[in-house]
């Protein structure tokens, strides 16, 4: 009898230590009320500072950086104006980059960015840049004139 008590006991132990290791993996990845607040800061940031100044700050600074949200922002035509994970991506005209499975990802963001002005784009694949895996993305973005301003998180 004492051994299966101490068998249970052990038993739960495990499953709290597994439970708290769940806990600390979803807490090294960002999520959607974190990444809407950042793009409500990065706007913030873009009418305050500057586009120029912000942007280089997405692109190369680290107050808009955490975990792996990052801050995104393209024109309306595609192009890469700033990029918290890649910036050898800023500059490069996008509107044709497409996911593993085809999806036209950038295109996506313009035409939410066109029709609706906000919200979320999901369903698409993108590289993470902490686990260095593609993962299912979903990204919220905020028009901003003619720019599009977005965070993404990763659905691991």
């Known amino acids: ?53 912000a942007y280089d700050e997405f692109t190369n600074g680290k107050s808009f950086k955490d975990r792996d949200l990052y801050i995104v922002v393209y024109d309306l035509s595609g192009k890469n104006l700033a990029q918290g994970a890649n910036p050898k991506l800023v500059g490069k005209e996008l509107i044709g980059l497409k996911d593993p499975d085809g999806k036209l990802i950038i295109k996506m963001f313009v035409d939410l960015a066109k029709e609706k002005g906000k919200g979320w784009v999901e369903g698409y694949k993108f590289m993470n840049p902490v686990t260095l895996k593609m993962e299912g993305k979903a990204m919220y973005l905020e028009r901003v004139g003619d720019t599009l301003v977005g965070c993404g998180i990763y659905k691991g």
């Not at 807490?27 to 009418?47: F, L, N, P, S």
Request: charged share 25%; hydrophobic share 55%.
């Open 1 to 53: 009898m004492k051994s299966i008590a101490i068998l249970k006991g052990f038993v739960r132990t495990a499953l709290v230590g597994l439970a708290m290791c769940g806990f600390a993996h979803a807490a090294d990845q960002g999520t959607a009320a974190e990444a809407e607040a950042m793009v409500k800061r990065a706007v913030a940031e873009i009418k305050s500072a500057g586009p120029d100044k």
